[in-house]
Protein backbone atom coordinates (compact mmCIF):
# COMPACT_ATOMS: atom_id res chain seq x y z
CA UNK A 1 0.00 0.00 0.00
CA UNK A 2 1.60 3.42 -1.22
CA UNK A 3 0.33 6.95 -0.99
CA UNK A 4 2.73 9.13 -3.33
CA UNK A 5 2.84 12.56 -3.28
CA UNK A 6 4.11 15.20 -5.62
CA UNK A 7 3.64 18.41 -7.04
CA UNK A 8 5.51 20.40 -4.63
CA UNK A 9 8.16 22.58 -6.01
CA UNK A 10 9.49 26.32 -5.21
CA UNK A 11 6.82 29.16 -5.84
CA UNK A 12 7.14 32.75 -5.41
CA UNK A 13 4.55 34.51 -2.71
CA UNK A 14 0.96 34.93 -4.69
CA UNK A 15 2.07 32.03 -6.75
CA UNK A 16 0.06 28.59 -6.83
CA UNK A 17 0.59 25.13 -7.22
CA UNK A 18 -1.03 21.60 -7.10
CA UNK A 19 -0.26 18.92 -5.34
CA UNK A 20 -1.28 15.26 -6.13
CA UNK A 21 -1.48 11.81 -4.22
CA UNK A 22 -1.52 8.47 -5.94
CA UNK A 23 -2.78 5.54 -4.33
CA UNK A 24 -1.23 1.98 -5.32
CA UNK A 25 -1.38 -1.29 -3.32
CA UNK A 26 -5.08 -0.48 -2.75
CA UNK A 27 -7.75 1.88 -3.14
CA UNK A 28 -9.02 4.36 -0.49
CA UNK A 29 -12.75 4.94 -2.36
CA UNK A 30 -14.21 4.13 0.91
CA UNK A 31 -11.68 6.15 3.20
CA UNK A 32 -11.72 9.75 3.86
CA UNK A 33 -8.24 11.35 3.07
CA UNK A 34 -6.54 14.40 4.11
CA UNK A 35 -3.00 16.77 3.90
CA UNK A 36 -1.43 17.70 6.42
CA UNK A 37 1.93 20.00 6.17
CA UNK A 38 5.36 19.77 8.46
CA UNK A 39 7.36 23.04 8.83
CA UNK A 40 10.60 23.09 9.86
CA UNK A 41 11.17 23.28 13.60
CA UNK A 42 7.78 23.02 13.75
CA UNK A 43 4.89 20.09 14.54
CA UNK A 44 2.99 18.55 11.43
CA UNK A 45 -0.72 20.32 11.41
CA UNK A 46 -3.82 19.63 9.71
CA UNK A 47 -4.28 21.29 6.57
CA UNK A 48 -7.53 19.46 4.97
CA UNK A 49 -9.69 16.53 4.57
CA UNK A 50 -12.46 15.39 2.33
CA UNK A 51 -14.97 12.99 3.10
CA UNK A 52 -14.75 9.48 0.92
CA UNK A 53 -17.06 10.52 -2.25
CA UNK A 54 -15.78 14.40 -2.03
CA UNK A 55 -19.12 15.61 -0.33
CA UNK A 56 -17.89 16.61 2.25
CA UNK A 57 -14.72 18.53 2.87
CA UNK A 58 -12.51 20.88 5.47
CA UNK A 59 -9.88 23.11 5.86
CA UNK A 60 -7.79 24.84 8.92
CA UNK A 61 -8.53 28.36 9.03
CA UNK A 62 -5.03 29.53 7.78
CA UNK A 63 -5.79 27.92 4.15
CA UNK A 64 -9.55 28.20 3.98
CA UNK A 65 -10.57 30.24 1.10
CA UNK A 66 -6.98 29.66 -0.64
CA UNK A 67 -6.17 26.16 -0.79
CA UNK A 68 -8.93 23.60 -2.19
CA UNK A 69 -8.57 19.55 -1.31
CA UNK A 70 -10.77 16.83 -4.40
CA UNK A 71 -10.31 13.91 -5.15
CA UNK A 72 -11.16 11.45 -8.02
CA UNK A 73 -11.99 8.04 -6.84
CA UNK A 74 -11.35 6.46 -10.61
CA UNK A 75 -8.42 7.77 -10.90
CA UNK A 76 -7.30 6.65 -7.32
CA UNK A 77 -5.83 10.36 -6.76
CA UNK A 78 -6.53 13.57 -4.45
CA UNK A 79 -5.66 16.26 -4.99
CA UNK A 80 -4.75 19.91 -3.02
CA UNK A 81 -5.60 23.09 -4.93
CA UNK A 82 -2.64 25.81 -3.57
CA UNK A 83 -3.82 29.25 -4.52
CA UNK A 84 -2.34 32.51 -2.95
CA UNK A 85 0.78 30.80 -1.40
CA UNK A 86 2.63 32.73 1.27
CA UNK A 87 6.46 31.80 2.90
CA UNK A 88 4.17 30.63 5.77
CA UNK A 89 2.92 27.80 3.39
CA UNK A 90 6.54 26.68 3.12
CA UNK A 91 6.17 23.12 4.86
CA UNK A 92 6.72 19.63 3.62
CA UNK A 93 3.19 18.42 2.85
CA UNK A 94 1.76 14.79 3.18
CA UNK A 95 -1.46 12.82 2.23
CA UNK A 96 -3.13 10.17 4.42
CA UNK A 97 -5.81 7.55 4.28
CA UNK A 98 -8.24 7.88 7.07
CA UNK A 99 -9.55 5.08 9.11
CA UNK A 100 -13.62 5.81 8.23
CA UNK A 101 -15.42 7.74 5.29
CA UNK A 102 -15.51 10.74 6.77
CA UNK A 103 -12.44 12.98 7.52
CA UNK A 104 -10.48 14.16 10.79
CA UNK A 105 -8.43 17.13 11.90
CA UNK A 106 -6.94 14.64 13.91
CA UNK A 107 -3.63 12.66 12.26
CA UNK A 108 -4.67 10.07 14.44
CA UNK A 109 -7.41 9.15 12.59
CA UNK A 110 -5.18 8.80 9.35
CA UNK A 111 -3.86 4.77 8.95
CA UNK A 112 -1.58 5.36 5.66
CA UNK A 113 0.70 8.41 4.91
CA UNK A 114 2.73 9.52 1.84
CA UNK A 115 6.43 10.20 2.03
CA UNK A 116 5.70 13.98 1.51
CA UNK A 117 6.14 16.72 -1.05
CA UNK A 118 8.13 19.95 0.01
CA UNK A 119 6.48 22.81 -0.96
CA UNK A 120 8.78 26.44 -0.68
CA UNK A 121 7.44 29.76 -1.64
CA UNK A 122 9.73 32.48 -1.79
CA UNK A 123 9.21 36.43 -0.25
Known amino acids: VQLQASGGGLVQAGGSLRLSCAQS????????MGWFRQAPGKEREFVAHISWNGGNTYYADSVRDRFTISRDNAKNTLYLQMNSLSPEDTAVYYC?????????????????WGQGTLVTVSS
Open 96 to 112: AAARRAIGSSSSREYSY
Open 25 to 32: GRTFSNNA
